[in-house]
T-cell receptor, first 113, second 113 residues
Framework: AQTVTQSQPEMSVQEAETVTLSCTYDTSESDYYLFWYKQPPSRQMILVIRQEAYKQQNATENRFSVNFQKAAKSFSLKISDSQLGDAAMYFCAYWGSNYKLTFGKGTLLTVNP | NAGVTQTPKFQVLKTGQSMTLQCAQDMNHEYMSWYRQDPGMGLRLIHYSVGAGITDQGEVPNGYNVSRSTTEDFPLRLLSAAPSQTSVYFC????????????FGPGTRLTVT
């Protein structure tokens, strides 16, 4: 079974600075998808960014980018120019051939003004 | 287009009571899933469905039943509520084809006393 590990339960960043959230996963598959979801205090799950394993190019969405290292099974999220609205719980998730989305335990990000 | 809707938003049950959490989506998605979210545990898959009439167990299925009689609806039934089922429950849906993004409902906070 696939597992997803987020080794940082909590992180903090100063407004306008850059922060990187870590995620590693374990799989024997070669074709899969990775996601970062954001959960603000409203509790709504919001997709931040998606990466297809067959693509070598790292995904980017505005201030959010990933560092996808397939051989190392690493999928970190970089948030540039952090804003107060970025404060949330962030979940890394893996989707493979079993049609199930497996989540990490999350990283709580605090943004300090 | 309402997306994924869940009712109720909050519920308090006594041990041993039964109830159904409702989930509906209007995006004609084939796949639907139920997750529970507990502090420090991330989201864990309870049951999922790949189409009307087809359901399967996820990681934590005990104490829950599901059915999928229509594409739109995927109710989750608690047969005999226990305090261990106190959690936040999320319903999600996605297409069977790329880009495999899951859309989440707003969640139901359930407390069992």
């Amino acid at each position: 079974a696939q597992t997803v590990t987020q080794s940082q339960p909590e992180m903090s960043v100063q407004e306008a600075e850059t922060v990187t959230l870590s995620c590693t996963y374990d799989t024997s598959e070669s074709d899969y998808y990775l996601f970062w979801y954001k959960q603000p205090p409203s509790r709504q799950m919001i997709l931040v960014i998606r990466q297809e394993a067959y693509k070598q190019q790292n995904a980017t969405e505005n201030r959010f980018s990933v560092n996808f290292q397939k051989a190392a099974k690493s999928f970190s999220l970089k948030i540039s120019d952090s804003q107060l609205g970025d404060a949330a719980m962030y979940f890394c998730a893996y989707w493979g051939s079993n049609y199930k989305l497996t989540f990490g335990k999350g990283t709580l990000l605090t943004v300090n003004p | 287009n309402a997306g994924v809707t869940q009712t109720p938003k909050f519920q308090v049950l006594k041990t041993g009571q039964s109830m159904t959490l409702q989930c509906a989506q209007d995006m004609n998605h084939e796949y639907m899933s139920w997750y529970r979210q507990d502090p420090g545990m991330g989201l864990r898959l309870i049951h999922y469905s790949v189409g009307a009439g087809i359901t399967d167990q996820g990681e934590v299925p005990n104490g829950y039943n599901v059915s999928r009689s229509t594409t739109e609806d995927f109710p989750l039934r608690l047969l005999s509520a226990a305090p261990s089922q106190t959690s936040v429950y999320f319903c999600a849906s996605r297409k069977a084809t790329l880009p495999y993004e899951q859309y989440f409902g707003p969640g139901t906070r359930l407390t069992v006393t």
